[in-house]
């Protein structure tokens, strides 16, 4: 079976851009121009379950990203040249373990301009390494919509990637029971409800701290069909049946 190719059906991957000023929009325009040279541009590393993204030409600054987030950093950590700033979101239902903290952390330079992205390794396995490298390269060929701020990807776009998507024994273990189970499409969703360890800037800070993560699964295999999350108004969308290469015409 073929998927269809619509845009409005193949959207993989697409952040929001709510009420920019003028600079930060065109510096996120700057920076989304430059994934479409990914090789030149940027760097990926993977290790100890974490994905990094180094930014070789860094053009967002730390005050964008206060700006963006209306949000302090959870925490920061001074550096030889720059500083890291970390944002915890912690499960809601259980926010004392550990291990169920959903940790970014963004590395900026003596010019205070983002030079490192890094994902921990509770996020990876709602979004495991191989499939996010492939969702954030396709935003290199996504197509701008000015008026929503909305940067969306078609299907025939998209890197096709040869692995396993995540699976539903593996994300108990990791996450424990979500927040909420039902049946939505003829899938199983989950939905799991994490709030930033960050002071807000504002009322609208406040709400930003919320962060959801819904998972859809194949009822039959337990796979991991997609994913859609937001957090800090960055919103994720993943569809692994678009990514994951088919073997024939099926």
Request: glycine residues 6%.
């Amino acid at each position: 079976m073929r998927f269809t190719r619509s845009l409005f059906n193949t959207l993989l991957l697409s952040f929001f851009l709510f009420a920019l000023s003028g600079c930060v929009y065109f510096r996120l325009l700057e920076a989304k121009n430059q994934l479409a040279d990914f090789e030149r541009n940027f760097r990926v590393q993977v290790t100890d379950d974490h994905f990094h993204l180094d930014f070789l030409h860094p053009v967002l600054l730390s005050e964008d990203f206060r700006y963006l987030t209306k949000l302090h950093p959870s925490r920061i950590e001074k550096l030889p040249q720059g500083y890291r700033w970390y944002l915890d979101f912690h499960q809601m239902d259980s926010p004392a373990q550990p291990g169920k903290t959903i940790v970014f952390g963004m590395t900026f330079n003596g010019k205070d301009k983002l030079s490192g992205w890094d994902f921990s390794p509770v996020f990876l396995e709602m979004a495991p390494a191989t499939f996010l490298e492939a969702s954030i390269r396709s935003l290199g060929k996504g197509k701008v919509d000015e008026g929503r701020r909305q940067l969306k990807v078609d299907a025939e776009d998209l890197p096709r990637v040869s692995a396993a998507p995540p699976n539903r024994r593996k994300i108990l273990e990791v996450l424990g029971h979500p927040a909420e189970e039902s049946l939505k499409d003829g899938m199983t969703l989950y939905v799991y409800r994490f709030k930033a360890d960050a002071v807000p800037l504002g009322e609208e800070g406040e709400n930003r701290r919320i962060a959801v993560a819904k998972l859809y699964f194949n009822p039959v295999t337990d796979e991991l069909v997609k994913m859609s999350s937001r957090f800090v108004g960055l919103k994720i969308a993943i569809d692994y049946r678009k990514l994951i290469q088919l073997s024939g015409p099926g």
